[in-house]
């Protein structure tokens, strides 16, 4: 009996407590009824976690569908287990047969081309060739389900009949044109007898200027587009035979082939390489991806936390009368760490399910995108990755809370309405907590692959929280300032609802900290993402079609480029015409280093991957702005010598006096880097990264491209009119529409960038549950002023309006600070990750904060019915 009222007045010794330790199984049986009692009181936990889990489980199986779709049709993707491919001639007969003796061949050629519709109308596409053997692996899929061999082979059984065709239905659309019709590709009609809908080697080039236009590889003659210079890529695709190990084999031949034909200019490719740019591009987005699905979850771990204190604050009496029974604090940790640890799991399990049905969802519209099959299902690793990280997320954000709900006596029981001195944590529970957010960070570097970017992002977050923690004391500073101005001097504007409100904001127990911090994460996020979005849709639909030109023609022959010019330039909303000549090159080595060698920054790495436009000039053009060395004289004549673009010269270790050697149509040509130029890859303008000087070039069979501006003000059926002139007269010169091909590219980065407003969307409601808590939990201390306020005479309205305007100064505060700190993140990530110019969109900014301060108003609005509703008598009657 003198234990148990030393226990209830709160004076036992800790250091040698009277209570006996209760089993464990005692005390997992009381936390496991506990839940099956009062499993209320978890509902926003619950759907914290489910929202955080759901977003990095599914980012995970996104990226997880997408890159085993990948590695599972490498040899799809390709076309084979080897290729060898080569740009403007065919790969030579000799090495053709070689392939042959390893196993099944197939031969592709493709180019860009104009296809003019019945109607006249035309448009760019992309045109391929293909022999009896396409594909090797994987299959076409027909409109029809006919087999594509078999249909374009029908001229074989029908000599006098037009050569067949299928094309995707973009291409149809574009031209008016459709099953039967007669579409003209250069000098050839074709018979369009079907839609393709899928290919299986699209992915490898997954982006392209055009729809795809299919033919048989014997009527690409007919079309009168193979001539010198111009730029088809051909290829031929070998599949060795199924048994053994294939992977081993084509190692093998690769060696052979590059033993046989050591002066070969055409590349070999094996499947493994078919999709590098494909993967590294879901790679980096996945990366970003993945942050933004872990600021979601620690989003969503301050709601966990609210969540976790006001439960067991609830729950005081029942651990305080547990401990006056006998319970040690090791007992009721146990008891309340059960609790949250099950209902974790459980939320956490509800949050796979959630992301998985998403990720599927979202897997399979992308990969028909981008031509992939990706492989739908459960990720074990990637499941267990998020899981784990939803447990430790709980973990790190719940001890404090915990710690700080154990820490009270029992006496605090019979105490009523005082409020409890929080005392400060021991050493070992800071400790704890502290090991606890190492593991968590360790957890999201493996989840992210790269601790440099989680360091970053773990910087950025903790920047965020002492802004938000430094805005949220300030605005409780300074409305209490305000509220002491008031008192001394009574202004007639501020009216006693006003003062309430700003009263409310630093009196104890103010939502001010918890609603700027939610809502104000969950804002910064959300206008960082809008920001990036807006800027880059920006440059892309209004600032690169206002500088840009309106047409590019390329593959114009040597001798119809005055022909075009002059035809062009008789048209009076003719701005400006530009022209020069261009020849497909490779880099093959670069100041005594191979291109792999000298490679410096992996930014640059698409200069030495296949071949690249060059050209040569006597002169430099009027806007060429040179940063190093010196352009040569006009009329110059002695040996090699080449004007590289700076950026790409540094990204490779090279500079001035370095040597650059290229393949340029299986010739070897050996030039000295003399001058320096900044390009502005930005103005879509007649840019080549490398330019020879006159002399070298000029026997080789180059063709010509040149860019054409219109007046401003030219209507678009003049637009139309002299594109389709243009491809009539010149049927073999490929004209591209600039506003299409920006259009295009519009339309897949808006894909993307949906997935990534998708997940944003996901942080900014995880923010939303965490703030419905936290005004839940402040309506919830207001009923008793509310029942008092109305005693006193106050009516609904009143109490309306104040905590209205409590709610929309409290997100003003929290508005301000977000779009201070989201832009400023925004500029950061466009010009220091992306390297892009930055456009500030303020009609974008204050479109996300009003949305920030109606989701505050909805919120409190929600949560007033309640305080409204309740009668005064009920709350009051004990006093």
Not at 563 to 585: C, F, H, N, V, Y
Not at 779 to 785: T, V
Not at 847 to 867: D, E, I, K, N, Y
């Amino acid at each position: 009996m003198t234990d148990i009222a030393r226990n209830i007045l709160g004076k036992a010794d800790e250091e040698n407590p009277v209570e006996t330790e209760t089993p464990l199984s005692t005390t997992l049986g009381l936390a496991l009824r506990e839940i099956r009692n009062r499993p209320k009181g978890f509902g926003i936990f619950l759907l914290c976690l489910v929202l955080g889990v759901g977003a990095v489980a599914g980012i995970g199986t996104l990226s997880a569908a997408l890159d085993a779709g990948i590695r599972n049709n490498t040899r799809a993707i390709l076309g084979g287990d080897l290729e060898l491919r080569q740009a403007h001639a065919p790969i030579p007969d000799i090495a053709v047969e070689a392939f042959r003796a390893f196993g099944a061949t197939s031969r592709v050629a493709s180019l860009r081309a104009m296809a003019r519709g019945p109607g006249g109308a035309s448009t760019l596409t992309e045109l391929k060739a293909v022999d009896e053997g396409y594909p090797l692996y994987g299959q076409a899929r027909l409109r029809s389900g006919a087999d594509l061999q078999a249909v374009l082979a029908t001229r074989e059984h029908e000599p006098e009949a037009e050569p067949m065709a299928v094309a995707e239905a973009g291409l149809l659309a574009r031209i008016g044109a459709g099953v039967g019709d007669l579409i003209v590709v250069g000098d050839a009609a074709f018979r369009v007898v079907d839609v393709l809908e899928r290919e299986p080697d699209k992915a490898a080039g997954f982006f392209g200027l055009g729809p795809r236009l299919m033919i048989s590889l014997d009527d690409l003659e007919a079309t009168g587009l193979v001539q010198p210079g111009s730029l088809i890529r051909y290829a031929v695709r070998l599949a060795l035979p199924p048994e053994g190990d294939r992977t081993a084999a084509a190692r093998t031949v690769r060696g052979e082939l590059e033993t046989a034909f050591p002066e070969a200019s055409w590349q070999i490719r094996e499947h493994g390489s078919a999709a590098r740019g494909l993967t590294r591009a879901i790679e980096n987005l996945s990366k970003y991806l993945n942050l933004v699905g872990l600021a979601a979850l620690l989003i969503g771990g301050l709601g966990v936390a609210g969540s976790v204190q006001a439960y067991f604050e609830g729950r005081r009496t029942t651990l305080a009368t547990m401990r006056c029974l006998g319970a040690t604090s090791r007992t009721l940790f146990i008891f309340c760490l059960t609790q949250v640890l099950v209902m974790a799991l459980l939320g956490g399990l509800a949050g796979l399910v959630l992301g998985v049905g998403l990720a599927n969802l979202g897997a399979a519209a992308l990969a028909r995108g981008l031509g992939l099959q990706a492989v739908l299902g459960l990720y074990p690793k990637v499941l267990a990755t998020a899981l784990i990280l939803g447990l430790c997320t709980t973990l790190a954000f719940v001890l404090r809370p915990l710690y700080l709900a154990l820490r009270f006596r029992p006496a605090e029981l019979f105490r009523g309405y005082v409020q409890p001195v929080p005392r400060p944590l021991r050493f070992r529970e800071r400790a704890m907590i502290g090991v606890t957010w190492l593991v968590l960070a360790g957890l999201m570097a493996a989840a992210v692959d790269d601790g440099r970017t989680v360091l970053a992002f773990f910087s950025a977050a903790l920047v965020s929280v002492v802004l938000f923690y430094g805005a949220a004391r300030l605005a409780g500073w300074g409305a209490a300032k305000i509220s002491g101005h008031w008192a001394r001097h009574s202004p007639r504007w501020a009216g006693p609802l006003v003062r309430q409100a700003v009263a409310n904001l630093h009196r104890p127990g103010a939502m001010t900290a918890s609603v700027i911090f939610s809502l104000g994460l969950g804002l910064t996020m959300l206008v960082t993402v809008a920001l990036v979005d807006g800027s880059f849709q920006d440059r892309l639909l209004r600032q690169l079609p206002r500088n840009a030109p309106d047409f590019f023609f390329v593959d114009i022959p040597r001798n119809r480029v005055e022909a075009l010019r002059e035809t062009a330039r008789s048209w009076p909303e003719l701005l400006e015409w530009k022209d020069q000549p261009s020849i497909r090159g490779r880099i093959t080595a670069i100041g005594g280093l191979t291109p792999e060698e000298a490679l410096r920054d992996p930014a640059v790495e698409w200069a030495i991957r296949g071949e690249r436009g060059v050209s040569f000039a006597a002169r430099p053009m009027e806007d060429v702005r040179i940063v190093g060395g010196a352009w040569w004289p006009e009329d110059y004549r002695g040996p090699a010598r080449v004007c590289m673009d700076e950026g790409i010269a540094r990204g490779l270790s090279a500079g001035l006096g370095d040597t650059l050697m290229m393949n340029i149509l299986g010739r070897e040509i050996q030039a000295e880097i003399t001058c320096l130029r900044e390009v502005d890859w930005e103005s879509l303008a007649l840019n080549h990264s490398i330019i020879f000087s006159p002399g070298i070039l000029d026997g080789a069979p180059y063709t010509h491209i040149a860019t054409v501006s219109l007046a401003p003000e030219t209507p678009e059926e003049r637009r139309a009119a002299l594109l389709t002139a243009l491809s009539e007269d010149f049927s073999r010169v490929v004209a591209v529409d600039v506003r299409d091909v920006l259009e295009d590219v519009a339309r897949v980065t808006d894909q993307v960038g949906l997935g990534v407003r998708a997940i944003a969307a996901m942080t900014l409601l995880a923010g939303v549950v965490v703030l419905a808590g936290v005004v839940r939990a402040g309506l919830d201390r207001r009923r008793y002023e509310a029942a008092i306020f109305k005693v006193c005479g106050a009516t609904r309205r009143d109490v309306v309006t104040t905590l209205g305007l409590e709610f929309l100064l409290l997100g003003g505060v929290a508005a301000s600070l977000a779009a201070g700190l989201g832009t400023g993140l925004a500029w950061w990530f466009v010009r220091r990750v992306l390297d892009d110019p930055w456009t500030f969109l303020p009609g974008t900014l204050l479109t996300v904060l009003a949305l920030g301060l109606l989701v505050v108003l909805g919120c409190g609005l929600a949560g007033m019915r309640s305080v409204l509703s309740a009668r005064p008598w009920v709350l009051l009657r004990n006093e």
